[in-house]
């Protein structure tokens, strides 16, 4: 989830009431010129009887990992709500990658020393074929005379089809290279090659392409390749990645958010508040937390913090897992008491700002222990290195109102934690034994 700034502008004509107007506008500029560059449109007399889409621009501050301001940003975005399904638009669905699987392919990089770079597709929708026709008002900052419209030649941002048309250019253009697409994740792709080590890895989350190969000429070669048909900016060595910055030293990877982190507490009024050492108390009085009445969520803004918070979970942050998993539960009606609790979570949050998610390459020096259950004893055995490792756990009608309990899960590859989450059990267990015997089933 975004978290909205201040000082960035919510429309064209808010742009005046800004110190910085100028750079907005020449921000605005630059993005008309790629547009005409690109010849996204051609300007035509409004066709009778059809639908006109609207359009606006968003405002975006670019940051670097340090949290300072790097780029103005201006982008055109159609108003994909007035689109007319059947006319304007058909299929929509376009797959993104998951954070498990950018943190596993991060695991194995680490491990054999794998080079990681990252680039991104230059105005990405902007380079994808439309298949229907579709016109869109005269966006502002254009002059014209008459009662002109856009009539679209190229995909634009915020149309609902704009990612589909986009994912399937690149998804195309992978296959033809030779690249194959993995079962698990549609946006993981892959080599055919025998070894682990040995392989080329690409992850492609929208226009934000990872590039994981251990030899640096195939990955000159594979942009090269692809600058022939997409528009990329100049390929880097992975260090700031939707949202995540990146550390990497000879052995170790260090993966943490805390410029989105401090955003965030500054957006709730939290920097400053007391740091505390638990995310939530033992026992959350859930009962207190399911509000009567109508929403307030002005007042309480819930949701909005709930979700920023899951955003960083998702990412670098299992020791929030549980705490967010439990309060976005209640987070449809907003009252005083939940968010006393979500400001406490915000707490832990300040204290733990410095905290960072290690990938390490020798995770694996010390044997792998495991308890293996036998008729009225256990056997402790000590074997080689297993390079999955899954952990999982289950708390009996805790913190539930409707008494479930909770299955938490862990994985590891290569030692280090790629795959998390914290769950409510579907069916309600009478007694610990089947509450924690259901849990290997979650993995």
Sequence with gaps: M?????????????????????????????????????????????????????CRYTFRLKRNKSGEV????????????????????????????KMSSLRILLSIAVKYDLIVEQIDAVSAFLQANLEEEIY????????????????????LYGLKQSPRCWNQKLHCKLLALGFKNSFSDYCVYYLNSVSLHENFFIL????????????????????????????????????????ISFERDENNLYLHQKSYLKRLLEKARMY???????????????HDLVAEGDENETRYPCRSITGS???????????????TCLLSR??????????????????????????????????DDF???????????????????????????????????RSHSTTGTLVQLFGNTVIWYSRRQSTVAISTMIAESSTPYAI
């Design 2 to 54: 975004v978290v909205q700034d201040p000082n960035e502008p919510q429309n064209y004509s808010d742009i005046k009431n800004f110190a910085d107007k100028e750079k907005w506008y020449r921000a605005v500029g630059k993005e008309l010129q790629a547009l005409k560059q690109n010849k996204t449109w051609v300007l035509v007399d409004r066709p009778p009887n059809r639908n006109i889409v609207g």
């Design 70 to 97: 790097s780029r103005y940003k201006a982008r055109l975005v159609a108003q994909g709500f007035s689109q007319q399904e059947g006319t304007d638009y058909n299929e929509t669905f376009a797959p993104v990658a």
């Design 136 to 155: 869109t008002k005269v966006p502002d900052g254009i002059s014209y005379t008459g009662d002109k419209v856009c009539k679209l030649l190229k995909s």
């Design 204 to 243: 492609v989350f929208v226009d934000d392409i990872l590039f994981i190969s251990r030899n640096q000429d195939r990955i000159n070669a594979l942009k090269n390749r692809l600058k022939e048909s997409i528009e990329l900016a100049e390929a880097e060595p992975l260090h700031y990645y939707l949202g």
């Design 272 to 286: 400053n508040a007391k740091p505390i050492s638990t995310p939530l108390e033992v026992k959350v009085p859930v």
């Design 309 to 323: 918070l899951m955003y960083a979970m998702l990412c670098t942050r299992p020791n929030l897992c549980y705490a």
């Design 330 to 363: 209640f987070q449809s009606k907003p009252s005083e008491k939940l968010w006393k609790q979500i400001k406490r979570v915000l707490r832990y949050v300040q204290g733990t700002l410095d905290l960072k998610l290690v990938y390490s390459r020798d995770n």
């Design 367 to 401: 044997p792998f222990v495991s308890f293996i259950k036998t008729i009225g004893r256990k056997h402790l055995i000590s074997s080689k290195f297993q390079p999955i490792i899954g952990f999982v756990d289950a708390s009996f009608a805790t913190n539930d109102v």
